[in-house]
């Protein structure tokens, strides 16, 4: 079941018979980069036709009901990060869009202790001044940069990448700016900035804090999404992309979407039709038609063909390349720099049902500490170790894991008195030794709940369902290569110029007429909206 909608119209059916007529776009994806690509490219008066291959529209971003009355949102599970220019020109809150606020991260800590991140900015001083007072004194100063830093990337998350080998007036002009941007941030900010896109997260968080399990929590924000540990060089501009999260103007404001991920989604998908876009679902693409170096048009797997001027694909890079084109379309070189461009999905979730709340043994009880973020990363060398078993092919028998619990800021996710709990994991590798049997799903999940026992007791007798999901099993229902949540890694070779190859990172393609619009492109991952703007934006300016 997906998250509450405005929609008043019913999604086409794949079986529905291909129109005779030919579109101006057609968008392939109705993941949460697709939809944004469909409403921008409407709202611009062009005819549109979004093809989602899954009954519902949200990609990763999705609400379902997997147990009777539970419902959850079974992979991506917060917002932040998607832009506030979109939710404005979509006009996303009149289409059923409500974000609750998540503000608190609490880590229990394995001696019984934990350390508190809340809402109100005195309270987190205080706890950071019971652990270190020299912490407490660096956090105002040490918050301050990552605000600074996150406004001086955040120009960039609104940049067509220019391809800096090019020498057309375009690309030059882009390369001006963008040069421009970097030289007013000053010597002491462009230093912080180079430290952010090239330091590991542990080392960079060094320089600012003793407190262990402070610098743990933090550094988890920078391994999301990778197949790197805390002290891999790059996972300190992670941390800061993660840091980017934006809510009401407020830079580091997580949030919870009112009937889950699949509420942003639908609420995309409620403006694009209202922009006059078309969606239908159960409508898999088998490939993008061709004519010569142009895209004509695409072909369902039912043999339908669809005639349009421009097809965008949402699509991750492997899948909008190699798989619906035929190799004849793609000079070599690219094909081959698509093929290199990493995935390295290592991240699961487990979705619990539950009787009654936890009951965390650092802080016992109900209290504001369940209405936010539970943090499992102890220690760094926790977080550390739990990569180390992901190295060697294995799932983390200690992971880092990431937990909340949205029926308790929005109670319509769980029948009464009963609750829902989200646990992201890491790590968890797509390229498992011996692969995801079903006896490794469970194993995974064991361990998960295990780990969690142990700062939770009664977590295992308060189960009534449970759901495990690897990145195997991501990649099967959503198409995600590799089962990777940001269509492949946000590492330093592959952002900006190169996500996701040298010269083709301004969503367009080889192949003319042909885009790309999904998170494998600049900005990157999360529920962000960018990417899909960015490229309708560029289709629009170039059509």
Sequence with gaps: MTGPSRNRHPERSGTHPARSEGYDAI??????????????????????????????????????????????????????????????????PSHGLHVLPLESTVTPML????????????????????HSPRDADAYDEYGRLMYHMAHAVKPILSMVPPDPTSLSPRDLLGLLRFGKHMRGLGAGKFTALHKLMTMSASDFLDEWFETDVLKATKSASGIIGTFLGPRSPGTAYVLLHH????????????????????????SIASAARGFGAEIRTNAPVARVRTNGDRATGVVLENGDEISARVVVSGLDPRRTFLQLLEPKDLPADFAETIRRFKFRGSSGKVNLALSELPNFTCLPGTGAHLRGAMSISPSMDYVEHAYDDAKYGEFSRRPYMDIVIPSMIDPGMAPPGKHVMSIFVQYAPYAINGGWTDAKREAFGDTVIDTLAQFAPNIKSAILHRQ????????????LSEGNIFQGELSLQQLFFFRPAHAWARYRTPVRGYYQCGSGTHPGGGIMGANGRLAALEILGGA
């Design 111 to 130: 001696n019984g202790d934990y350390l508190g991140q809340w809402g109100d900015h005195d309270q987190t001083r205080r706890e950071l001044y019971r």
């Design 243 to 266: 840091y980017m999260g934006e809510l009401d103007g407020v830079f580091r404001a997580w949030g919870f979407a009112k009937g889950g991920t699949g509420s942003i989604s639908e």
């Design 468 to 479: 495990v999901i690897t990145p195997a099993d991501i990649e099967r229902v959503t198409g």
């Design 27 to 92: 968008v392939i994806g109705g993941g949460h980069n697709g939809l944004v690509n469909a409403a921008y490219l409407a709202r611009s008066g062009r005819r549109v036709l979004v093809l989602e291959a899954r009954d519902r529209v949200g990609g990763a971003a999705v609400t379902e009901e997997v147990f009777p009355g539970f419902k959850f949102s079974v992979y991506s599970y917060v917002v932040s990060l998607l832009r506030p220019e979109i939710i404005r020109d979509l006009d996303l």
